[in-house]
């Protein structure tokens, strides 16, 4: 069973920068694509980024293109996926999760199968 606890959120104005941290444990955890997801009231859940179990990543959305960078650690006991966020916008307002795709091995991107999700931490970008 992987567990994902989302760290890092807070309060920032527009153009500044926020690091999110989503520490991973449990079986397995490792061997998993991660991706981060972020949602706001009325809105579906957003799909942000994801990052193979080697650390790779591409298929970010084209709204964080270029702003947001995904990185991985998967040393023993410091297992986390890291999302470097720059240049925020009010638009970026939202709750983040980030999530363990279900399929050890497997990378699918934006369209995998996501089975663990964290609780979420709040980002509040202000104009």
């Known amino acids: 069973q992987v567990q994902l606890v989302e760290s890092g959120g807070g309060s920032v104005q527009a153009g500044a920068s926020l690091r999110l941290s989503c520490a991973a444990s449990?079986?397995?955890?490792?061997?998993?694509?991660m991706a981060w997801f972020r949602q706001t009231p009325g809105k579906g859940r957003e799909f942000v980024a994801p990052?193979?179990?080697?650390?790779?990543?591409?298929?970010?959305a084209d709204s964080v293109t270029g702003r947001f960078t995904l990185s991985r650690s998967n040393a023993k006991d410091r297992r986390a996926v890291h999302l470097q966020m720059t240049n925020l916008r009010p638009e970026d307002t939202a709750v983040y999760y980030c999530?363990?795709?279900?399929?050890?091995?497997?990378?699918?991107?934006?369209?995998?199968?996501?089975?663990?999700w964290g609780v979420g931490t709040q980002v509040t970008v202000s104009a």
């Open positions: 999530a363990s795709e279900s399929r050890i091995y497997y990378y699918a991107g934006p369209r995998g199968e996501y089975d663990t």
């Open positions: 990052v193979t179990r080697t650390g790779g990543n591409f298929d970010y």
């Open positions: 449990g079986r397995s955890s490792d061997s998993r694509a």
